[in-house]
């Protein structure tokens, strides 16, 4: 770790240069006034130890608030109400509260009423809300803030929409095509043109001569108008990954519920209609086998067959006439039915007998069975009447929900809609935990489907046998078979319609599983909609909200079979008894349909003649509240007889059980089997069980158990848990101080309570989960009473805190444990965050209101300091305990007592810390788990203490003793030691405990002393910062500082912890403006920089003493942007993030908008400026160019130069570095890239960080008071005002308006962050990221849109974020981001120009201000050149002209290059779409060549340089508008006649001279706009343009690199190589005439062999050019510097073009000149690049792998070309293009230009006659030619490419025969062969070069002949030679040699033309030449057989003889052919003949 400690000893701080060092000793040697740049205190601290911070409350103390002005008090304290209680009644679902009112309730039942009636107390800072943690800073809320932004104008934007614009009236493709139409000498009319043209608005006081400060005042107020607020809200919204600080209150507790389905049961309809018939609905889930719902009876009945019942029925309650049900599924699974069941009044017969009818008979038939259905009718009204109140099974049928579900789809609505997300999105809320399906069963969600109306017809009678749930089950199971056995039963038919579907949000006439009213219940007389409860299919962790007291009684079986008796229609009665007398029975049992709500008993359904029937009978119980030993249920067991016979009963009673529903004090449920009695029980037998036989009593069986029951409660008072009951027994019991007290077996007396008490804590672990969650509120309360109210036993004080302590620590673990899945982002437990905020109140301190006053219902009564306030609401702490108190159940008399609990109870806070502190290592560890947890309640408590005890008025040193402090800080002290060291062991918890404790903290520092506060993070700090010496991984580490920091500083009074107030800022002046400010900045040169003001700008020890959470943000950054830093990336990111986070909170809060404020805000980050200007070299370079970081700075850094003078000349190769104009494409290179300013390595930051970092500078540039900024910049050494300056212009870079194109165009594509990737590869090597954010990641790339990481756009490639998840922008969101886009990078412009001027203001009168001076005019150029809005644009320009105006010499007496650049931009400015931009361009212009002029300083330069500035915009800009241009030089003319000042002189004609000049290159320029379309066309006229400059080598050298751009841009890097030779060679030609020079070349000579056609730049002869001539060749191309880049350039450009011969010759030309300077770098890069080059042709010698070019002839015929008529070119166009390509081009081209049905092209290559052509139309001819080389041309043209380079002559032949046919017989075939020579050799600076010369030859047939044999003879040749062999082309060409052919085979040629000697003696010689080649072919036939003989195998043999038999054939054919002799050879021909074999005739003069 010694790189730490090196750190630590460099005081890395102060980072200063080697080159600021030296000039530090040599000004202190010299005794300057400037000794000493830093103030000794920035050296105080190192950066890494943490200062002392001070006494914050003392320095409050001492500074009385009103000593600040106005708003500025604000920040020196916290508000007064910064603390205050709400009291929020707790929302009741239901319209009454549905407890139980009933006299005495036992302590449980009272403790749970209280508690679900309880208001929730929460304790509420008031300002919290201002927070970054709970208002953060989102897309969404930026776009809120975005509203109402202006629309910035912006050329580029403009620049889309001007096809539109009515100026451009004329149509380019009317016009003619030729690029000579006008003369260049009309000048004539050009005048005229511009004398006519209307100018644009004059600036009204521009010709006035006004003081430099009137002007710069103006300036400024102009700039101040209208600026945006707040600069981060146009910044993309912080990144939210980073927001370790975001945390939101939690919801308040609330009832759980699954996904709620409506069931809705419209009509049940039978074929018959004869008695009534009920349903029951349920849900049953059949793979968990489980009855997931409560029944739902209903009964659809029609009044007639209800009236059948009439003798049985009380009038119906409406809670029984429900028709719809809410059901609630937690975990829905594809597994769940929803199972009807339907029942019927007992009949006699069994179930299949009375479902016989409503099997056979139809309703059609009902006329048929009129009479069988009378007599049913009858026989079931006398069943309704006698056995109305029994029931017999009848039917069932079931429904799968997952197919409505899936069937029903998604809903109409679209699921976008913000109904419909909302409605999910609360459906989520309220489930909570439980959404841990599984992903298979993902699919099957029950929220969102389409409502579905279902008609059910298939019923299956139930079977007497198999009633009970587990057949069911069998049943279902089957039913999901596809041949299901039940398919095959007959069905009993009806028609039952259910309407299926999610339930609404809050559905009205809605009855709680109580039958409570539902809010909102708007008339009670409506038909309710029940709400069933549900039993989930697994446990539920959800904690109870509300009373809720149910019992749930299941009969299952009773087997009756062994007794004796009368006893087969049994039914079972369930009564709920009170007592043992029969009227004892209470009304709980809830009624099922069309009854009374209530009832005192309730039967089974009656199985006909069944001696053991089963049930499937559920009967739900109220249990009353309290429930006492007698309490227990009653069975009774009936024989129904169902014949009316006399003298027998109608029930018989055969049987008789019971359950005591209490054992122990514990509720019984669960399973039972009961044995019955026959008789009646004897009296008092209710407290026992029927287990115990009684003496005397008959059992049936003989008392085994005969009746299987089961019992469940759903209760929120009884937790049927062993450990709960006997811990909250315990616990009431000791409230009450009932002893003895029976537990279990044991009896209790106060001796052993306290032994079992403790037992009982610590049993608490074991409880089960479920009912431990459910009853977690009750539990923690109990647990903190303990702890604070410590029991007293016997007299004695029990301290139970160490056991109840560590028992809270199990339990929060274990309900964690239980809700692993629904924690937070930060590992919280929301149901335990919930506790602690709404319901955890401290004991005994009740809120109360005095008097007994109602209590107050407001929705927050505020418990805040007021005046008014009842004093008795914060009763001291020892009245509080008082006898009157109903929780103290003790005598008043009992004095000691009373004393001993006042003495005994404790603060709940201070108890948790000292046990916390001295707890032992198991627990510490569940506690540590849970921190957070621990924590919150801490400072709940704190806050209620202060709140309730009246403390906040006490100093905050006073309001918390010592010893609690002393514990606070050990455990800070022991928490943040675990932090660190388990940040590799289990990083997840690192992370979880380091927010924790800085949660923690930040929570303190609104309670206590923030002093103490700041002493403990320091500590904390030190712990770390000694672990990070010996730290195996320290990035972990000091990502978790990062994140600890940054929740620090995330609190709401964030900044008035930093003592924003106190006086460590200067005085500052009264009034800020620049103007007053200028009087103090003498200092510059003339004292002593003042130490407080530096140290006001750096990480000085004063700095962070007292901003201290500031300085340990910015002491955070500091540290990760430093060079040797590790792991940087990451932290980079994380450490920029807090502090943008921080910004766009200051921006965003309320509090800050005063701008006084806002800058006191902006001195915490004045240090800020310093970092990142010293990170400078590390940032990511925007504006892209080698060596461009430090530009200016290393231009003043004058001491790495080595010249002693500041103000002297910059070497040309620093200029050259710093240059970086828009000049040229060769002109950022340079011999030396100037000395490598300070660039320390290490990793660069990312362009995402970078921009971050930029935008936060910005900010606090822009919030600063300019005085301080002012007195910064004076003291600043020359290097570091250099980098500042750099810094600036990196801004502007950073923040350019991209354009909506480039929106629209990025849309459409996804970006990935390489650097992210880069960053993300590093964490997970060196294992910084926790498992938990591993975790949170992962989840996040599982979104549907995969990784969002990928989604939100990489800033590294766009700097700006993508607005929301969705890859595609709607139209509008291009829009918006487009428009704040505009506004950042117009307002970052802006803050970047007041800079600027405050930087002038400062060096006025400093002695270096040439330099900088020159250095912030390139800022302010860059700034004008980039893309800007107009509105930056107007005050950009009058910066520039009031610094123009205050130091002309900086233009007008140095170098070129400013005055050069300044031209280009303002004439790009005054050819602006937009008039405001034009008006001030056109003003900026005027006064420029006014000034120059006025310095008697040759005006020559400015007319040269703009000249030359529009000849270059000309030819690079694509979307140059020259009639705006027009407008503003005829705005310049105005101005000149107008200017009285120099009426008298010749300006006014030298400006009009000037204007017409121009005017004269913009008409040329008109051309080249109609041409844009036309590649070829437009080159030719930028070739004429550059040709028309012979005489001006300026000129011509920037249209030649026009030309060049325009190529490279084309894709023809070969013509852009050729551009720039000629650009060289022009150079070489100016520099041979000033000096002579060995090392360079000579002139154009010395490029002949790169290209010869370079010799035309010799045309400069020395009359034209004289060298000394002002303003000629002042280009900084003209110099070696220049000449060496236009070779560079050129070489680049012919190594792109793959013609790397030719790089070797330009490096030829190169070396020589690098030699001179000794540039060993630049050499070795030279040969490197030569052995590539070589490499290459080495690799590619075949030349297949490189394709020069293809070459077409174009002929254009037709008076409508124009000029080109009858005009003859050779195009060259991309290699392998086909005919049809070029042809399809140049038609669809001409034919967009002349319109349809114009253009013809010519389809063959003869000659064409013009006569016969349409004189309407336009005809093209294009043919292929090939180039063409004489023999003795071909013995140098060796290699590929020189066959290809240099190329001037090009053939084409064309058949023809005599008869105008294009082939004919042999006889008659003939060709013409047409040379066409260039004017100048491919490849030149253009792609296609006109004929000058044409040749033609006609070969006679057997000439034809001869070539087509020698043509067969080289490719047979060439088959047999090549190497390696390649058998398969041998073959072909063989075949084709020697194979049999029908036609034109070689046998025939040789008959047709040797079979007879000719009559022409002339003919002779072709006739011996024929006879000779094909002798040669048969050698050569031969030579192929052979070889391919050698290379077949033997499946080939037999192909091979067949080839050598056809050979021989061929050979016998021709012998006689090829033997007879000629007469005699004639003597040659004569000249005259000229023809073909004379090639000396194809030579011709070069013309």
Partial sequence: ?????????????????????????????????????????????????????????????????????????????????????????????????????????????????????????????????????????????????????????????????????????????????????????????????????????????????????????????????????????????????????????????????????????????????????????????????????????????????????????????????????????????PDIFLVIKLEKVLQ???????????????????????????????????????????????????????NIVSSAGPPDRDPDSDGERRSTWTDRRRRGPQDRTSSGDDACSFSGFRPATLTVTNFFKQEAERLSDEDLFKFLADMRRPSSLLRRLRPVTAQLKIDISPAPENPHFCLS???????????????????????????????????????????????????????????????YMAGEDPSQALPVIFGKSSCSEFTREAFTPVVYHNKSP?????????????????????????????????????????????????????????????????????????????DVALPGMRWVDGHKGVFSVELTAVSSVHPQDPHLDKFFTLVHVLEEGAFPFRLKDAVLSEGTVEQELRASLAALRLASPEPLVAFSHHVLDKLVRLVVRPPIIGGQIVNLGRGAFEAMAHVVSLVHRSLEAAQDARGHCPLLAAYVHYAFRLPGTEPSLPGGAPPVTVQSTTLARGPGRPASLYLARSKSISSSNPDLAVAPGSVDDEVSRILASKLLHEELALQWVVSGSTVREAILQHAWFFFQLMVKSMTLHLLLGQRLDTPRKLRFPGRFLDDIAALVGSVGLEVITRVHKDAELAERLNASLAFFLSDLLSLTDRGFVFSLVRAHYKQVATRLLSAPNPVALLTLRMDFTRILCSHEHYVTLNLPCCPLSPPASPSPSISSTTSQSSTFSSQAPDPKVTSMFELSGPFRQQHFLAGLLLTELALALEPEAEGVSLLHKKAISAVHSLLCGHDADPRYTDATVKARVAELYLPLLSLARDTLPRLHDFAEGPGQRSRLASMLDSDTEGEGDIGGTINPSVAMAIAGGPLAPGSRASISQGPATASRSGCPLSAESSRTLLVCVLWVLKNAEPALLQRWAADLALPQLGRLLDLLYLCLAAFEYKGKKAFERINSLTFKKSLDMKARLEEAILGTIGARQEMVRRSRERSPFGNQENVRWRKSITH??????????????????????????????????????????????????????????????????????????????????????????????????????????????????????????????????????????????????????????????????????????????????????????????????????????????????????????????????????????????????????????????????????????????????????????????????????????????????????????SGKHFTELGLVGLLEQAATYFTMGGLYEAVNEVYKTLIPILEAHRDYKKLAAVHGKLQEAFTKIMHQSSGWERVFGTYFRVGFYGSRFGDLDEQEFVYKEPSITKL??????????????????????????????????????????????????????????????????????????????????????????????????????????????????????????????????????????????????????????????????????????????????????????????????????CKKCEDALRKNKALIGPDQKEYHRELERNYTRLREALQPLLTQRLPQLLAPTTASLRNSLHRASFRKADV
């Fill in 1 to 333: 770790m010694a790189a730490a400690e090196r750190r630590a000893f460099a005081h890395k701080i102060n980072r200063t240069v080697a080159a600021e060092v030296r000039k530090q000793v040599s000004r202190e040697r010299s005794g300057s006034p400037h000794s000493s740049r830093r103030s000794s205190s920035s050296l105080g601290v190192p950066l890494t130890e943490v200062v002392e911070p001070l006494d914050f409350e003392d320095v409050l103390l001492s500074r009385p608030p009103d000593a600040e002005p106005g708003p500025l008090r604000e920040l020196v304290e916290f508000p007064a109400d910064d603390l205050e209680l709400l009291l929020r009644p707790r929302e009741c679902r239901t319209t009454e509260p549905g407890i139980p009112e009933e006299g005495k309730l036992d302590a449980q039942v009272r403790a749970a009423v209280e508690m679900y009636t309880e208001d929730w107390i929460i304790a509420h800072r008031r300002y919290q809300h201002l927070s970054a943690a709970y208002s953060p800073i989102t897309t969404e809320t930026q776009r809120e803030r975005q509203r109402g932004l202006s629309r910035q104008v912006f050329e580029q934007d403009a620049s889309g929409d001007e096809k539109a614009s009515p100026e451009d009236a004329d149509d380019p493709r009317h016009c003619s095509g030729s690029p000579d139409d006008t003369p260049r000498s009309s000048g004539a009319s050009g005048i005229f043109d511009l004398r006519n043209l209307a100018a644009d608005s004059l600036l009204p006081s521009l010709l006035e001569r006004a003081a430099p400060e009137d002007v710069d005042r103006r300036n400024e107020a102009l700039r101040r108008q209208n600026r945006p607020r707040a600069l981060l809200a146009l910044y993309p919204a912080p990144d939210e990954d980073e927001a370790v600080e975001r945390c939101s209150h939690p919801e308040p507790p609330q009832e759980h519920f699954g996904q709620r389905i409506l069931v809705k049961c419209l009509s049940l309809k039978f074929e018959i209609e004869i008695e009534p018939i009920f349903g029951i609905l349920a849900l049953y889930d059949v793979r968990e086998k489980k009855k997931i719902s409560e029944n739902f009876y209903f009964d659809l009945n029609s009044d007639s067959m209800k009236g059948l019942l009439r003798a049985h029925g009380t009038h119906p309650a409406i809670s029984t006439l429900a028709r719809s049900a809410i059901f609630s599924v937690t975990y829905p699974s």
């Fill in 348 to 402: 006699q017969g069994d179930i299949s007998e009375c479902c016989e009818p409503y099997m056979v008979m139809k309703e059609v038939d009902t006329a048929k069975n009129k009479e069988k259905l009378e007599k049913l009718r009858l026989a079931a009204e006398q069943f309704c009447t006698r056995l109305g109140r029994y029931r017999m099974p009848f039917a069932w049928t079931a429904v799968h929900l997952a």
């Fill in 513 to 575: 599983p109580e039958l409570l009213h539902v809010k909102p219940y708007p008339d009670p007389r409506g038909r309710p909609t029940k709400e069933i409860l549900e039993f989930p299919a697994h446990e539920v962790y959800a904690p109870h909200t509300s009373y809720r007291n149910l019992l749930f009684v299941y009969p299952h079986s009773l087997n009756f079979s062994s007794r004796q008796g009368s006893v087969r229609n049994l039914a079972v009665r369930v009564q």
């Fill in 614 to 690: 089963e049930f499937y009978e559920e009967f739900k119980l109220r249990l009353p509240a309290c429930v006492t030993d007698n309490h227990h249920l009653l069975f009774t067991f009936y024989h129904i007889s169902c014949q009316p016979r006399p003298g027998t009963a109608l029930e018989t009673p055969v049987g008789f059980t019971w359950i005591p529903l209490l054992q122990h004090g514990r509720l019984r449920t669960g399973p039972f089997c009961l044995p019955v009695s026959v008789d009646q029980p004897p009296p008092s037998y209710s407290v026992l069980t029927p």
């Fill in 1360 to 1673: 700006w974020k993508q607005t929301s998840d969705r890859v595609d922008k709607t139209k509008d969101e291009i829009e918006h981001e487009a428009l704040v886009d505009g506004n950042l990078a117009t307002e970052a412009s802006l803050v970047v120009l007041d800079t600027l001027e405050i930087i002038v203001q400062t060096v006025m009168l400093s002695e270096a201000r040439e330099s900088i001076l020159g250095a912030v005019l390139k800022v302010v150029l860059y700034s004008l050149g980039s893309a800007q809005s107009a509105l930056f644009l107007q005050h950009g320009l009058a910066t520039q002209r009031a610094l123009v105006s205050k130091f002309p010499e900086l233009l007008f007496e140095e170098d070129t290059e400013l005055c050069a650049d300044l031209c280009l931009r303002l004439l790009r400015h005054c050819g602006s779409r937009v008039s405001a931009i034009r008006t001030h361009a056109s003003a900026s212009l005027y006064l420029l060549m006014r000034q120059n002029f006025e310095i008697g300083n040759n005006f020559a330069r400015v007319k040269m340089q703009v000249t030359m500035s529009l000849s270059s915009l000309v030819g690079t800009t694509q979307n140059f508008s020259e009639e705006h241009l027009r407008r503003s030089l005829k705005t310049i003319l105005t101005y000149a006649e107008e200017d009285v000042g120099l009426r008298d002189s010749t300006f006014a004609e030298q400006v009009q001279d000037l204007m017409f000049n121009l005017h004269m290159i913009l008409t040329d320029t008109v051309k080249m706009k109609e041409h844009q379309e036309d590649p070829e066309m437009l080159i030719d006229l930028m070739y004429r343009i550059a040709r028309g400059y012979q005489g001006s080598p300026d000129l011509r050298l920037t249209w030649l690199q026009n030309m060049a751009g325009k190529h490279a841009e084309l894709g023809n890097h070969a013509e852009a190589a050729q551009c720039m030779v000629h650009a060289a060679a022009l150079v070489a030609e100016y520099l041979a005439l000033l000096e002579d020079s060995r090392h360079l070349p000579v002139g154009c000579v010395s490029f002949q062999n790169i290209s010869s056609n370079v010799l035309e730049e010799s045309a400069i002869s020395d009359d034209i050019l004289s060298p000394d001539e002002e303003g000629f060749c």
């Fill in 1780 to 1977: 049809a390509e070029i042809s399809h081009r140049l038609e669809e081209f001409y034919t967009e230009r002349f319109g349809e049905d114009v253009v013809e092209i010519v389809k063959d290559s003869n000659p064409v006659d013009k006569a016969k052509l349409d004189p309407q139309k336009a005809y093209i001819q294009i043919t292929y030619v090939e180039p063409h080389f004489d023999t003795y041309e071909l013995k140098d043209r060796v290699t590929y490419f020189d066959r290809n380079y240099g190329l001037r002559t090009f053939l084409f032949c064309t058949p023809f025969t005599p008869d105008g046919r294009a082939h004919g017989e042999l006889p008659e075939q003939h060709k013409r062969k047409t040379l066409l020579s260039t004017d100048h050799a491919f490849p030149y600076i253009k792609t296609r070069i006109r004929v000058c010369h044409r040749e033609e030859t006609v070969l006679t047939p057997v000439e034809v002949a001869i070539e087509d044999m020698q043509k067969k003879t080289r490719e047979l040749a060439f088959a047999t030679e090549q190497d390696p062999p390649d058998a398969k082309m041998l073959q072909m060409v063989l075949q084709g040699s020697v194979g049999p052919t029908v036609n034109q085979g070689p046998l025939e040629v040789a008959q047709v033309f040797l079979t007879e000697i000719p009559e022409d003696p002339k003919l002779f010689r072709h006739h011996n030449k024929l006879r000779l080649c094909f002798k040669d072919f």
